[in-house]
Structure formats: C-alpha cells, structure tokens
C-alpha cells in the first residue's frame, strides 16, 4: 500500500473506529493535528484509536511514551510510524 492510499485508509479507521459520523476521511489534512486544538480528539480517543491500528495494521504499541504520542501527532506521522513497523512498508495490509 503506497504513503496516500495508507493515509486515507488511516482517514477512514479514524472516521469509523471513533464512530466521527460528521466527518468524512477526505476532511482530514494528512498534517492536522489530531489531538487537543487540532482534530480535537481526547485521551479516551487515543486508546480506541490505538487499539483499531494494533488490530487493523499488526503494530505493536507497548507502552504510552513521548516517542508514541509523537507518531499519534497526525495522520502523517502515524502512517510513517505503521511503515516503520513493517520495515520497507510493503506488508502493510489495509
């Protein structure tokens, strides 16, 4: 799965995993922050969040440590950091 096609399918697991119905993917700039002032996404989304991409992509996320809350920053950065898991991102399955 390419870098784009990751960050859409990021885009949607966020829309229905926090169950955002007023949100479509496509309304999410890749670099938007998702949490606090940006996406305005809480601790409580975080964890259900977590637990999607652990499920959905076969990362493992073993403790909350700034290193982890800084991949979390935005789409972007969770797409690099689930690519990262999978070493050259060619496993990555969506």
Do not use: C, W
Not at 17 to 33: F, G, M, N, T
């Amino acid at each position: 799965m390419d870098e784009l096609a990751l960050e859409l399918d990021l885009k949607r697991l966020i829309v229905d995993a926090l169950k955002l119905e007023e949100l479509r993917p496509q309304d999410i700039d890749s670099d938007e922050v998702l949490f606090g002032d940006g996406l305005g996404l809480d601790s409580i989304d975080a964890l259900e969040l977590g637990v999607a991409i652990r499920k959905k992509y076969q990362v493992k996320i073993e403790n909350i440590t700034d290193e982890v809350k800084a991949h979390f920053r935005t789409v972007r950065s969770l797409a690099l950091f689930i690519r990262s898991q999978h070493g050259d991102g060619a496993n990555v399955a969506g």
